[in-house]
T-cell receptor, first 109, second 116 residues
């Protein structure tokens, strides 16, 4: 089966760093996605981790520990436009991706 | 690229009516997904197709929901009869099965459905 857990809401200050955690229990785990979704819009791809470790992509980084069933998304130098929901999603089989309910991040001045 | 195209963008209907949602995937993508998103349940996978064949429809709520993919460039999700609890945003997404990011899904803008 598939089970994903992430915090419902977070608040952070502009210019700061925020870490959004995600734990998963996924049979036949392949990899872990992070998507960003602004209010009223569709989810857009941020990152995909298959191997353990940290992958950096500009201000955003994503970490995966397969043995612990744990991932996090790290956002640096926060900007107001980063206010959005961040969806953790696990891939547990051929093309089957299960999404968490998302973490709503509010960036305040 | 045009991206994933969905129509209509908004739909308001009355309980009991038939609703048909349409999706055109990105050209060259061979997998297509239908999701439903609500505040309470988040993003739920309803069904997905690979090479026009339904692979997993275990997320389809009940017999009132049906989906088809008659060719590689078109899919429909039909609700008949519709009920107020079907009110949600319905997303279509597509992906290709090649390369390091073979599972990355690209989402359409969604159809906002309200059943009165």
């Amino acid at each position: 089966g598939q089970n994903i857990d992430q915090p419902t809401e977070m608040t952070a200050t502009e210019g700061a760093i925020v870490q959004i955690n995600c734990t998963y229990q996924t049979s036949g785990f392949n990899g872990l996605f992070w998507y960003q979704q602004h209010a009223g819009e569709a989810p857009t791809f941020l990152s995909y981790n298959v191997l353990d470790g940290l992958e950096e992509k500009g201000r955003f980084s994503s970490f995966l520990s397969r043995s612990k069933g744990y991932s996090y998304l790290l956002l640096k130098e926060l900007q107001m436009k980063d206010s959005a929901s961040y969806l953790c999603a696990s891939s547990g089989g051929y093309q089957k991706v299960t999404f968490g309910t998302g973490t709503k991040l509010q960036v305040i001045p | 690229d045009a991206g994933v195209i969905q129509s209509p963008r908004h739909e308001v209907t009355e309980m009991g009516q038939e609703v048909t949602l349409r999706c055109k995937p990105i050209s060259g993508h061979n997998s297509l997904f239908w999701y439903r998103q609500t505040m309470m349940r988040g993003l739920e996978l309803l069904i997905y197709f690979n090479n026009n064949v339904p692979i997993d429809d275990s997320g389809m709520p009940e017999d009132r929901f049906s989906a088809k993919m008659p060719n590689a460039s078109f899919s429909t999700l039909k609700i008949q009869p519709s009920e107020p609890r079907d009110s949600a945003v319905y997303f279509c997404a597509s992906s290709e099965v090649q390369g390091a990011f073979r599972e990355t899904q690209y989402f359409g803008p969604g159809t906002r459905l309200l059943v009165l």
